[in-house]
């Protein structure tokens, strides 16, 4: 069994920043990569940013310069450090892990319960 716990959402004003914590935990071989996506009220959820285990990122484009992933592969903790903060940025944001359970495990998906980010103009 694995879990990640998310937190650090809040309520902020447009141009504020936050920063986002996930820590994995549990029956955990290795975690090939772990990211961030978000879903606002209506949509699909879409992704934010993710990292691989060699600190490899991709970014939506509409967070692009403005957020920052990294990770502490020590802890097995995800962060997302999001600065000059728009209300679009407004949803819920989900922690996600690709990893295995044991070295000859299949690669899973898991995801975080989420945690809500408010941006108010």
């Known amino acids: 069994q694995v879990q990640l716990v998310e937190s650090g959402g809040g309520l902020v004003q447009a141009g504020g920043s936050l920063r986002l914590s996930c820590a994995a935990s549990?029956?955990?071989?290795?975690?090939?990569?772990m990211g961030w996506y978000r879903q606002a009220p209506g949509k699909q959820r879409e992704l934010v940013a993710t990292?691989?285990?060699?600190?490899?990122?991709i970014y939506a484009v509409s967070v692009k310069d403005r957020f920052t992933i990294s990770r502490n592969n020590a802890k097995n903790t995800v962060y997302l450090q999001m600065n000059s903060l728009k209300p679009e940025d407004t949803g819920a944001y989900y922690c996600?892990?690709?990893?295995?359970?044991?070295?000859?495990?299949?690669?899973?998906?898991?995801w975080g319960q989420g945690t809500q980010v408010t941006v108010s103009s």
């Open positions: 990292i691989t285990s060699g600190d490899s990122t």
């Open positions: 996600n892990a690709k990893l295995r359970s044991a070295y000859n495990a299949g690669l899973s998906d898991t």
């Open positions: 549990g029956n955990i071989f290795s975690i090939n990569a």
